[in-house]
């Protein structure tokens, strides 16, 4: 098949790769993309189609996998573009946005394939899964026989794979977040010690996780903001409380863009995001 992938950042150049190495044709559009995308596409044998009307002119299969505020936005130009092969929205989106993107990209003649990606870019077996969910899911399915990206199919219509990726994350990055917090509490009322030294008693694991969701934070908190966004909206529709969630998106927003910062840098961000300096003076 010939497979686009629009706009490859990790996890999209990953995905590429995968089914480049199963034979296929796979191609992005470099047109206003920056040189560390450039980058990733060719170190992932990615065909450069130019411009995003000609990759949409090329290529039988399209997958999106972009920030969740941007899915919208690239499902409306790839529509402008009348693409009429099969539309793969991989985005972390909730069900109903998955189903508004749906009926812009069907309405402009292509068929539409609900995705979610859990785990991170692709690499051994097993290790990252793309669940699918209405359409032609069969022919996406079949572009990643035998790579390393493992293909579920999910009985259901559009919006039923992006149910299950915002039930998941909704846990691992929400619960982060929560950590985060009240981290960040302890360390503004002065206690952060004596918090680390009750975690060590109580539950030796919970500074390390602390850690790692600083990290996480510090490189894709940026784009996990929007994922919380698309969460509690998902919640709302069905009269769930979203207000923890949305509170993660502030926790993650506060963290600002991509940084090569400690936890101690995050925290004091999410304590005082007016403050960016605290970045520099606690590293």
Known sequence: ?????????????????????????????????SAASRARAAAAGLADAGSLAELAGRVEVLLSIVPPDAAGAVAAEVAAHQ???????????APATAR??????????????DGGIIGGPVGSPGGT???????????????????GLEVLELAGPAGTASALKAAYAGWTK????????????????????????????SDSDLAARSDRAAR????KGWRWAGEMDEIAAALATHDLPAGFH??????????????????????????????????????
Request: proline residues 5%.
């Open 246 to 283: 949305a509170a993660a998106a502030d926790v993650y927003r506060r963290v600002g863009p991509p940084a090569e910062h400690g936890t101690d840098a995050v925290l004091d961000l999410i304590t005082d995001p007016a403050a960016p300096a605290a970045r520099a003076s606690a590293d």
């Open 216 to 219: 996480g934070a510090n490189s």
């Open 100 to 113: 508004r993107i749906g009926a812009v990209v069907t309405g402009a003649g292509a068929s539409f394939v």
């Open 1 to 33: 098949m010939r497979i686009g992938v629009v706009h490859p950042g990790q996890m999209g150049a990953s995905v590429g790769a995968a089914a480049a190495a199963c034979g296929h044709e796979v191609y992005w559009a470099s047109a206003g993309r």
């Open 129 to 147: 899964r793309l669940y699918l969910a209405g359409g032609p899911l069969r022919t996406v399915a079949a572009g990643f026989d035998g790579s």
């Open 83 to 93: 693409f009429g092969g099969i539309y793969v929205d991989a985005n972390a989106v």
């Open 174 to 201: 929400g619960s982060a977040a929560l950590l985060l917090a009240m981290r960040a509490l302890a360390r503004a009322e002065a206690v952060e010690p004596a918090l680390l030294a009750e975690w060590a008693r």
